[in-house]
């Protein structure tokens, strides 16, 4: 291999590496979040309440953990309060007809206020949850042949500091995109699904009940949900800490915007912004010193590196593709209308 | 039966249904105390007792309400043109960040009787400003209005977390605050007022914001019934389509209603910043953008409704912080998921008692209006 590859890859190994590990780390609830959006969007039902569903999840997950030491009990747990959750946004938005947007934002108010308020009163350190052994948490796995690929150059590397030496439902968050896939665009189901989301006269005119559908929309949206709560809460951290989804349930929801509702699409968007938020952790406090010429003119750069400019990425980006100035995001037709069959 | 085309009188429709949404939410909020051990009755009357009962109370009440006020009526113009407005939270943020800037540029040298006015168009434009980018992308890209007010919150608190740790903190100082603005751009405190006329009363951050409030409520609600904007704004909430053919331009209404309810959020610095905080810090808008949702939606965005929630979530607020200091199980947080059943149950589940009332009211209509 020549010297200058070998520097190369050198470079991307000391540089690129740990950003893309950490990349994977944190976009892991964001990609589960965005798949959950994308079944209950996709069905015509708006979801802004990943972010609430998400909380609750980790709080559950966090609390069974906490209590029965089981990580698979606390999965379970985390699964039914954000399906139970996703029933009361079913129960609102399709039974009741309500407003979607408001259900959801009743979610996300009564899920921040209600973790807290019942963290305390069960376990009194101030709305978090006690800190867990690493038998209640799902833990790190490596994936076969890591000791052999470590003397590969960065290819190597990649597979056993990048890929390898993640926790369990890091692979499922992967694994549900292409789940995701199949099922919306491969099965009977999808089709019904995207059918709804589209035209849903005519789904009820085919003699298929639409709230039926936008309900088992919504439980596998709850079932995604919670899956990204338990990686919160039982995953990446030891303990359910107050508001710890911080924005990352909206964030999700940027992404499948930017995916324009297809699953790849809103995982690329979701490894984008993860990327960023990597970074941006990174970049913490690193002050740069160096300077740019352009058009002649040389521009000293200097400080401390704005990491809040790249924190707000995501949400600029999102904004500027919803304006339609890089591509077009069209939302599935029917979203947000309530289905009435009397017309 | 489908009772959503049979009309009930008004009372039902703006008095009994509402107060049935709030008791369902004020049902739950009882099964959560009994779930966590608290017993509803005892923490009700701590909860009053706070907000009334002790010597400075009820000024905290007043002075939550007032910016409970703006919110509410921010997002109450926004909902008549057929908007939802869920950035009032940035709103009034950069509403903040207007007033600070124009405070730290001229307050050394204008007197109070210019800087005080300057100040709350600073802090009304800046909002609007926030909210007029949504608007324009919602009436001309066709962006959704709900996508961008909630990307426009995130970007809102990035940039001010930006200037307050990097550019308007005040030099050697840790916590990201700017200086104190000079005593000329303080709106007069209530307790100070009344000292004037002899009156004694304890020091709260009520000031005389809450009247400004009480004035936009009255000219919210000229706006929206009693103006010619305010009907354009009202048709082409209710339908674009019709408002094309009256002759009325939608995306005009959309941009103005959206600038209108900006401001009115930004408004919100009004009070804490000019009323009681006299400095820039970070978040001290927090949750008021929010719970401006829960308020108007339970006051069923009309500005009498908005002022009667908005002094019960002043209560809930102020009484809140009694009720964690009486019983430790408690926290504010409980104010939240409150907040959260209100929405809830107001909002999404508005018409969920509608059929059983139409059902009663049939029953018990004397048959002679039965077919009028």
């Known amino acids: 291999m020549p010297d200058w590859l070998l520097a190369i890859f050198n470079v991307l190994d000391d540089a690129l590496l740990p950003t893309m590990d950490a990349t994977l780390r944190v976009s892991t609830p964001l990609i589960l979040c965005a798949m959950a959006g994308l079944f209950s969007e996709r069905s015509g039902i708006v979801d802004i309440s990943l972010e609430g569903k998400m909380l609750a999840a980790a709080f559950a997950a966090g609390s069974v953990a906490a209590v029965s030491g089981s990580p698979v009990l606390s999965l379970l747990a985390a699964i039914m309060v954000s399906v139970s959750l996703a029933m009361v946004h079913g129960f609102a938005s399709i039974t009741h007809r309500g407003d979607q947007v408001v259900s959801g934002l009743a979610i996300n108010v009564l899920a921040s206020g209600l973790t807290v308020v019942l963290g305390i009163a069960w376990f009194r350190q101030g709305g978090q949850t006690p800190s867990l052994d690493s038998s209640a948490r799902f833990m790190p796995i490596d994936l076969p042949f890591v000791e052999a690929a470590q003397s590969i150059p960065f290819f190597g590397r990649l597979y056993s500091e990048v890929l390898s030496g993640h926790n369990l439902l890091v692979y499922v968050g992967f694994a549900a995109v292409w789940l995701t896939w199949w099922v919306v665009y491969r099965t009977r189901f999808g089709l019904r699904l995207r059918a709804v989301g589209e035209n849903p006269l005519a789904v009820d ?12 929309a919504l439980v596998i949206c709850g079932l995604l949900c919670g899956i990204a709560g338990t990686y919160l809460a039982i995953a990446q951290n030891a303990a359910f800490v107050k508001d710890m989804t911080a924005g990352q349930g909206y964030i999700a929801l940027a992404a499948l915007i930017f995916g324009k509702w297809r699953p790849l699409a809103a995982l690329l968007a979701c490894l984008m912004f993860g990327f960023l938020d990597a970074i941006a952790i990174r970049l913490q406090g690193v002050n740069v010193d160096f300077s740019l010429s352009l058009f002649g003119n040389v521009w000293p750069i200097k400080g401390e590196v704005p990491v ?3 924190q707000s990425l995501p949400y600029v980006l999102t904004v500027v593709l919803l304006a339609g100035f890089i591509g077009r995001a069209i939302a599935p037709a029917a979203i947000g209308v309530p289905f009435s069959k009397e017309r | 039966m489908n009772t959503s085309n049979i009309e009930l009188p008004a009372w039902l429709e703006i008095v009994v249904i509402p107060i049935l949404n709030i008791i369902a939410a004020l049902f739950f909020t009882g099964l959560i105390m009994l779930v966590i051990g608290v017993n509803p009755v005892e923490a ?7 907000a009334f009962g002790y010597e400075g109370g009820l000024g905290y009440t007043l ?13 109450a113009i926004a909902f008549h043109a057929g908007l939802f407005n869920i950035g009032g939270e940035g709103q009034a943020y950069i509403g903040g960040l207007g007033a600070g800037l124009i405070f730290l540029l001229l307050d050394q040298y204008l007197p109070a009787i210019l800087l005080i006015p300057i100040g709350i168009m600073a802090a009304g434009f800046f909002g609007a400003l926030w909210a007029f980018i949504p608007g324009w992308l919602q009436a001309y890209r066709g962006s959704h209005v709900v996508i961008t007010t909630i990307m426009f919150n995130f970007i809102a608190s990035a940039l001010m977390v930006y200037l307050l740790v990097n550019v308007l903190i005040m030099p050697g100082q840790m916590s990201p605050e700017s200086r104190y603005f000079s005593e000329a751009t303080w709106i ?3 307790h100070e007022v009344l000292g004037v006329f002899g009156f004694k009363v304890t020091r709260t951050p009520f000031n005389l914001s809450f009247f400004f409030a009480l004035l936009c409520c009255f000219f919210v609600w000229i706006y929206i019934w009693r103006t010619r904007w305010g009907y354009d704004l009202r048709t082409a909430g209710n339908s674009e389509e019709a408002a094309v053919y009256a002759g009325i331009r939608p995306r005009k209404v959309i941009v103005t209603a959206m600038c209108l309810s900006g401001a009115l959020a930004g408004l919100v610095a009004v009070n804490v910043i000019m009323g009681e905080s006299h400095r820039l810090l970070l978040n001290f808008q927090l949750g008021y953008g929010f719970t401006g949702i829960a308020v108007s939606l339970m006051g069923r965005n009309h500005p009498v409704g908005i002022i009667m929630a908005s002094l019960l979530f002043g209560v809930l607020s102020q009484g809140g912080l009694e009720l964690a200091f009486e019983i430790p199980q408690i926290t504010r947080d409980m104010v939240v998921a409150i907040q959260g059943l209100i929405i809830l149950f107001s909002g999404a589940l508005a018409l969920m008692f509608r059929p059983w009332v139409v059902r009663a009211y049939l029953k018990f209509k004397p048959l002679g209006e039965q077919h009028a």
């Not at chain 1, 005119?205 to 088992?216: E, I, N, P, Y």
């Not at chain 2, 939550?64 to 009526?73: A, H, K, P, V």
């Open chain 1, 205 to 216: 005119t085919a003699g298929l009940s639409v709230g039926k559908l936008r309900f088992s």
């Open chain 1, 308 to 310: 809040q400019l790249i």
């Open chain 2, 44 to 50: 009700v009357g701590h909860l009053l007792r706070g």
């Open chain 2, 63 to 75: 002075y939550y309400t007032t910016n409970y006020i703006f919110t509410g009526l921010a997002v």
């Open chain 2, 188 to 190: 007069p405190q209530m």
